[in-house]
């Protein structure tokens, strides 16, 4: 009788065993479809979004020293447009990530006279552009009268807002499109560092 119930519950073991090798492998599955979808996320997330923090005002007053901002990966070059705001390596240092603002595009004729920028012979309104220094006729000064130039295609023509506070196009030329990495989207933080406070109503605004 004993031998019996032993031979019993053998047989039980060996039934039941294949069900908990099927719940094992469900298990299994779950486990690496939620692992491969957070390291998609991740992956994902890292290409497409990146965080940046502003040490510098040549943006000003757009962006200023202390925000923190959100851009997106710039996948089409052809959603690129006058008066965005990216992000790239300086040309001639690849190592520093600089930020700048689209003004002429490809085939376009730029010209600077005193301080004022026009395309194509037109005068461009910039609202957000900054200036803190009267014009010069000096021709030295590149900064207050630049061109004509004929913006090549494939480069765009890029300027910082703090017009007289900026490294920008005027000095190293037309900044080639596939060199753009990102396009700024939105504020996510701000900190003064000369008041030593947060910045509340610049937190979640779209520069402009």
């Known amino acids: 009788m004993t031998k019996h119930l032993k031979s019993d519950r053998k047989e039980y073991r060996t039934q039941t065993q294949p069900r908990k090798t099927w719940r094992s492998y469900l298990a299994n599955c779950a486990l690496a479809t939620i692992v491969t979808g957070l390291g998609l996320i991740f992956v994902f997330g890292f ?3 990146k965080a940046y923090k502003i040490p510098t005002d040549s943006m000003k007053p757009s962006i ?5 901002i959100i851009a997106l990966k710039l996948w089409d070059d052809q959603k690129l447009r ?15 990530s600089f930020i700048k603002r689209v003004i002429g595009l490809p085939g376009e004729k730029l010209e600077i006279r005193q301080q004022q920028v026009y395309i194509n012979d037109r005068h461009l309104n910039e609202p957000y552009a900054l200036h803190t220094i009267p014009p010069t006729t000096k021709s030295a000064l590149s900064r207050d009268n630049f061109g004509p130039l004929a913006i090549p295609n494939g480069y765009v023509f890029v300027l910082g807002d703090n017009r007289e506070n900026s490294f920008d196009s ?3 030329g037309p900044l080639e499109i596939r060199e753009i990495e990102r396009k700024v989207k939105i504020i996510y933080w701000s900190w003064s560092h000369e008041d ?6 610049r937190i979640g605004t779209i520069p402009e």
């Open 47 to 49: 290409l497409l979004i």
């Open 64 to 68: 200023l020293i202390g925000d923190h």
């Open 82 to 96: 006058r008066g965005d705001i990216i992000i790239f390596p300086l040309p001639t240092d690849k190592k520093k």
């Open 170 to 172: 005027r000095m190293f």
């Open 196 to 201: 030593e406070a947060v910045r509340w109503k």
